[in-house]
């Protein structure tokens, strides 16, 4: 069963840094892109970052860019998210996901990461 | 990086047809045959539904179907059923990013 993991989220304060990770199981994980996407409280989804399957190559949405790191152990089958200088507009449900070709075909259940003092 | 057009909410009756629109401009939309749409149920995590502007998924339903023109991408549901009733989300490339749209409530009365 193809199924991805979420886990890392908590609360932190403004300014502070957190590592979200995701585990990957049920797929080759070394041959897919992988991607952040997000949900603030009851709003809509929205793109994180993206990252080639060989971690070569990452792409951030311009709000996370200077902040956000993603990277990936495709030795260990997973996906991380470092989320540094952290702001209350980023408190969301932070969601792993699977693409295939250009849709994001299997999603974390999410994790919660919530900013405040 | 602006968020796509969608419509607050829709709604439709049972057996009828609803449609979701999604509008964005030639950077995204317009610009790619990228468009893929996303179920949300409540608490649930998105399901894809269609993506390629037009094409489903192994396992949706053949009542849901996407297509486009210019700058807005659309997504039809016929035959609404009861558990159609989520939020529908649709997403496009933008070179090098990808932008959501704001969702749409779909009720079914």
């Known amino acids: 069963e193809v199924q991805l993991v979420e886990s890392g989220g908590g609360l932190v304060q403004p300014g502070g840094s957190l590592r979200v990770s995701c585990a990957a199981s049920g797929f080759t994980f070394s041959n897919y892109w992988m991607g952040w996407v997000r949900q603030a409280p009851g709003k809509g989804l929205e793109w994180v970052a993206n990252?080639?399957?060989?971690?070569?190559?990452?792409y951030y949405v311009d709000s996370v860019k200077g902040r956000f790191t993603i990277s990936r152990d495709n030795a260990e089958n997973s996906l991380y998210l470092q989320v540094n200088s952290l702001r209350a507009e980023d408190t969301a449900v932070y969601f792993c996901v699977r693409w295939q070709g250009n849709m994001m075909v299997t999603w974390g259940q999410g994790i919660v990461a919530t900013v405040s003092s | 990086q602006s968020a796509l057009t969608q419509p607050r909410s829709v709604s439709g009756s049972p057996g009828q047809s609803v449609t979701i629109s999604c509008t964005g401009t030639s950077s995204d939309v317009g610009g790619y045959n990228y468009v893929s749409w996303y179920q949300q149920h409540p608490g649930k995590a998105p399901k894809v539904m269609i993506y390629?502007?037009?094409k489903r998924p192994s396992g949706v339903p053949d009542r849901f179907s996407g297509s486009k023109s210019g700058n807005t991408a659309s997504l039809t549901i016929s035959g609404l059923q009861a558990e159609d009733e989520a939020d529908y989300y649709c997403?496009?490339?933008?070179?090098?990013?990808?932008?959501f749209g704001g969702g749409t409530k779909l009720t079914v009365l």
């Open positions: 390629d502007v037009s």
């Open positions: 997403c496009s490339y933008a070179g090098s990013h990808w932008v």
């Open positions: 990252i080639k399957p060989d971690g070569s190559d990452k």
